[in-house]
């Protein structure tokens, strides 16, 4: 009993000499409930959907005001009020907008006349639940333009919503390939480059590494780049691996592959660099293990990869904007299922060619080339 006590002593005392793991065994918790509870959050709230009216009709203004009490509500969607067709299409077209509704010139006289009133909404289709979420709440809007009185029973359709996906059939199967690539890459991440190091420290072989004349940017980059050779073969061919699995086409040959490539290589650096800057000072491979459980919460979740970004509260949003993952798999769906080039996706390769600089000049400032 009493070596038996002593070796739960020895354990319970190391365990308290190192304050970071006490630390994030009491905020880890406590920020996954803060994370996952925003990240999904059951209902969509502020997707932005733009309505173009062309008709200054009774039934359409009745239709505005259905949308705008779902806006002010169950604050669904955000509508965004414009007069060019084909400027609103567009801007779904470029991410800007999940949805656009187009009310035409003939829809009151239509609904007035019985002669099948129709209104066309058109649905960024990419992300499946929340385009069935659109679909179906602009369903309900339309359906009460001429509910006057609540009904004992529901009224047949007499106004129609013709729903145009703007790209091909994407189940929720598929939409998820993005994020599993991201996962992918952030896991190599997690095995690779700066791990490399703190299992060095740890296991006492750094020694050889810390006497060689070489500067720390030499190492820093050394293992980054090793750890990019390693996660982009892996991210790759998980990536190959997932559209065989779900069926994704590969529809745009070599020019979509180096889109993809530059994109993988550009995420892999962003993180490995990041991860430097976080555990480029650790020295036990507990503390890893920790922080891995950590920021996949804290970055993955928060990417769009599951749900999407337009739902998240405010202060969730303003994290997504700095948030690497949420630009990669922004960059991946796009080329993925709207077929986009490398044009589209700029925004986010300039993010996160500046991102990975960032957090190289940090990983190399912080680099600690002693003992």
Request: aromatic share 10%.
């Amino acid at each position: 009993m009493i070596r038996l006590l002593a070796v739960i002593e020895r354990d319970i005392k190391k365990f308290l000499r190192n304050p970071v793991v006490i630390l994030m065994s009491l905020m880890m918790p406590l920020l996954y409930l803060v994370i996952l509870g925003n990240s999904f959050q059951g209902k969509f709230r502020g997707i932005p959907v733009v309505v173009v009216n062309q008709d200054t009709g009774t039934y359409a203004s009745r239709l505005l005001q259905n949308l705008r009490a779902v806006e002010a509500g169950a604050k669904t969607f955000t509508l965004i009020y414009m007069k060019d067709q084909g400027a609103a299409v567009d801007g779904v077209r470029n991410g800007e907008y999940k949805a656009a509704l187009i009310i035409p010139p003939d829809f009151t006289r239509r609904v007035v006349l019985n002669r099948k009133p129709e209104a066309g909404l058109f649905i960024d289709n990419t992300d499946t639940i929340s385009a069935e979420t659109i679909r179906r709440v602009i369903e309900g809007s339309i359906r009460a333009v001429r509910q006057e009185y609540t009904p004992v029973r529901e009224r047949p359709d007499e106004i129609f919503l013709r729903s145009i996906d703007l790209y091909g059939m994407i189940d929720y199967y598929q939409s998820l390939v993005p994020g599993v690539v991201i996962m992918a890459i952030f896991m190599g991440t997690m095995t690779t480059g700066v791990f490399n190091l703190v299992m060095d420290r740890f296991l006492g072989t750094d020694e050889s590494c810390l006497l060689a004349p070489i500067s720390r940017g030499v190492i820093v980059l050394g293992l980054i780049v090793s750890g990019l050779i390693i996660t982009t073969v892996t991210a790759l061919a998980v990536f190959g691996i997932s559209m065989l699995i779900t069926g994704i086409p590969f529809s745009r040959g070599i020019d979509q592959g180096i889109s993809i490539l530059l994109v993988v290589v550009l995420t892999t650096m962003a993180l490995l660099s990041m991860m430097f800057v976080f555990l480029g000072r650790a020295n036990h491979p507990r503390v890893v293990g920790i922080f891995s459980g950590f920021l996949n919460v804290i970055f993955f979740f928060p990417s769009g990869a599951v749900y999407p970004v337009e739902s998240f509260p405010d202060w969730l949003k303003s994290f997504a904007k700095i948030n690497p993952e949420a630009y990669s798999v922004h960059a991946l769906k796009s080329i993925l299922f709207r077929n986009a080039g490398l044009s589209v996706v700029s925004a986010d390769i300039i993010f996160l060619l500046f991102f990975t600089a960032i957090m190289m000049g940090l990983a190399i400032i912080t680099f600690k080339r002693t003992l």
